[in-house]
């Protein structure tokens, strides 16, 4: 994956419910979360609860990126996980809301050189 493990990787999918089942999203809704991690050690909990979300919450996962490269690109086929086969691609999905995990860690970064600093 990446052999650099200070370099950050950037990871971004929309889960939308289309169908109201879901809690986690209002009913026709699609929202964006974004995250940054370092390693595949924070990658792979994120898969996990997005494999979670696409079963319990039964929402369609959409347009998954890391580094803007597809997740399902031949480049990512060491991630396994199980929501991997029921991820769609489209251009005209609009998240009505994106929320951005990778804020907390820039906040975290910050602090941990000011106080070495």
Known sequence: ?????TQM???TYVLQNKDGRG??????????WVHVVQDLDQLLPILEWLSKRVQVDQLELINVYLDHVAITDPEHANLVFE?????SYSKITTPHRVIDMSEHVVLETTLQKMGTA
């Open 1 to 5: 994956m990446n052999e650099n493990p």
């Open 9 to 11: 990787m950037r990871l």
């Open 23 to 32: 809690r986690r999203v209002p009913r026709g809704q699609s929202w964006q």
């Open 83 to 87: 929501a991997k086969s029921k991820i």
